[in-house]
Each structure stands twice: as C-alpha cells, then as structure tokens.
C-alpha cells in the first residue's frame, strides 16, 4: 500500500479494520513503521540508480580529477556510494592536516545516512572532502568507505 503512495498509519489502520481491530493484528503499528523503514533503505529504484551512475559518468567527462564509487550486496541492489570531485580533492592535498567524518540524520528520500569528509582551510573555512551515502552503520559499510576514501 505504501509504495501506491498510502500512508503507514492509514494502511494499519485499513487492515485492523479489515481482521476485526487492532488486538488481531498480528503486529504493532512501530513494527509497520520500522518494516517500511527497512524497506526503503534496502530498495532503491533502478531508474534511481541508473541516473546516479550516469551522473557520476558525465561529472567524470567534465572534471577528470572526479572519482566516485558504488556498493552493491548480493541481489546487486545498491548500498552504499561516495564522490569527490577535483576541486576537492586539491583542497585535500592543500588542508587534509584536519580532517572531520561525521554520519548526519538520514534526511533523503531513502533514509541513507550523510556521511561527509570535512576539512578546515587556512581561513578557518569549513571546506567539503568527499561525500558519502550508506545504507546502513555497519563495519562493513565504514571498512568500504575508508579504503575508498584513502
């Protein structure tokens, strides 16, 4: 129901109302949230993924100082990906003497966690390294992106 564009809450209640109330339905409200939660973070939609993929393709042609990478798990749905850019990676070589990761909120559309390479420049700017999206907080995923980023 959810992927039609129902909401979470409107979708539980349409079926406690269709098994006779919420006591019969076989999980609470907070398991249909976090289940849909879970959903989106491990689904992106291949046309979503294909247009990434071009757009690092074309960056690549326009800035040849550019590099990017992708994870994929075993049913080849994407993970995790990264970029930098070559502006970027000049300002690393200029100020990496700082150097500050932090996972942000997961505020896009598929609940991946903002995961920013930040750096300070000799005017005490902040300047952006690299960026990355993750699926998940995993070691897996940060053994990925450190090896990618160095």
């Known amino acids: ?3 039609v564009g129902i909401r979470t809450v409107d979708a539980y209640a349409y079926l406690a109302e269709e098994v006779g109330g919420c006591e019969n339905v076989e999980f609470s409200k907070r398991d249909a949230y976090n289940f849909i939660q879970k959903e989106k973070r491990v ?3 291949i046309g979503d993924t294909n247009s990434l993929i071009r757009l690092f393709k074309d960056r690549q042609v326009d800035d040849h100082m550019f590099a990017w990478d992708v994870q994929y798990d075993d049913q080849d749905r994407l993970l995790n990906f990264f ?3 070559g502006r970027s990676r000049i300002d ?3 100020f990496r003497d700082v150097l500050i990761f932090y996972t942000s909120y997961r505020l896009n559309k598929y609940n991946f966690v ?3 390479f930040v750096g300070v420049n000799n005017h005490w700017q902040n300047i952006l390294f690299s960026v990355a999206f993750l699926s998940e907080e ?3 995923s940060f053994t ?3 090896k990618i980023f160095v």
């Open 92 to 94: 690393y070589e200029c």
């Open 1 to 3: 129901m959810t992927n």
């Open 83 to 85: 970029w930098v850019d």
């Open 138 to 140: 995993i070691i897996e």
């Open 144 to 146: 990925w992106l450190f």
């Open 43 to 45: 689904r992106i939609e």
């Open 114 to 116: 903002c995961a920013p």
